[in-house]
């Protein structure tokens, strides 16, 4: 004789709890459900088709393939000359100098470069700068009057210095921004000599007469001096032979320029 399905068993002594009689009329408990020791009884058990199917085959996507590396710029070398507008400002010798004439010159050079187009390059700079440097009276702040000093500069600048460049490209690479800095080593070539304005010296300093011969002395100008070169711009492709740049910088002394150079 098969025995009772446990669940239906659990299920009957459930309903036979619930339709119990009230306390008045309780009656007298059933005896305890057997303890149900099946062995492999859950085997008995059906499930209906398809609710215990192999579990659902996941397809993994293929990771996307690496993009190859696109072709390197070329290798290019080019050598070019400049000509810049080098100057003082006012605003900056005013920091320092209540009286002061004021301060520019030109500078002109040669650029030797190589390296990867509208990618990085190598230059180096070989200038020459000529401030001009009007004769006059120099105060520095917070000294009196009288205690200027009349001044006659003329000097060359001679330098070197090597400078790395980047750029961004834009449009189909006609123009690019570039920009870069260096560094190298100036020296100073010519004569520089100051005296003393005369005792009596009022406002204006500028028109203040000073000593002549028997107070001039050679001012202590450094000879040799580093060259920190910062810059940026706008370059213009011309065809395959050559490039033009539009040059904003500090090179010791702030300056705009054009710069034209032909590839080799």
């Known amino acids: ?7 239906a068993r659990v299920l009957f002594a459930a309903l036979t709890l619930t339709v119990a009689p009230s306390d008045g009329a309780r009656a007298q408990p059933a005896d305890p459900l057997p303890i149900l020791d099946e062995r492999g009884g859950a085997s008995r058990l059906h499930p209906e088709p398809g609710a215990l199917g192999p579990a659902p085959t996941v397809t ?5 393939p690496e993009p190859e590396p696109g ?24 920091a320092f100098y209540t009286d002061h004439p004021s301060v520019d010159g030109v500078a002109a050079g040669v650029t ?11 230059a180096v700079e070989v200038d020459w700068m000529r401030l001009a ?33 980047g750029f961004v490209p834009f449009g189909s690479g006609t123009f690019a921004l570039h920009y870069g800095a260096g560094l190298g080593l100036a020296a100073l070539i010519g004569p520089a ?6 005792p009596t010296c009022e406002e204006p300093v500028a028109t203040c007469p000073h000593w002549r011969q028997v107070t001039y002395d050679d001012a202590e100008v450094p000879r040799v001096l580093p060259v920190l070169h910062l810059f940026s711009g706008l370059q213009v492709e011309l065809g395959a032979e050559g490039v033009l740049r539009l040059d904003v910088g500090l090179r010791n002394v702030p300056y705009v320029g054009l710069t034209g150079a032909v590839r080799l």
Do not use: K
């Open 71 to 94: 072709p390197e710029a070329p290798r290019e070398s080019l050598m070019g000359v400049y000509s810049r507008f080098v100057s003082i400002p006012d605003a900056i010798l005013s």
């Open 112 to 122: 030797f470069v190589t390296g990867r187009r509208l990618d990085y390059q190598i």
């Open 193 to 198: 000599r100051t005296a003393e304005v005369l």
């Open 133 to 165: 440097f009007p004769d006059g009276n120099w105060r520095l702040t917070g000294t009196p009057t009288f205690g200027a000093t009349y001044a006659e500069i003329d000097l060359d600048i001679l330098s070197v210095d090597v400078a790395y460049r």
């Open 1 to 7: 004789m098969r025995h009772p399905c446990p669940i």
């Open 60 to 64: 993994r996507r293929a990771p996307d």
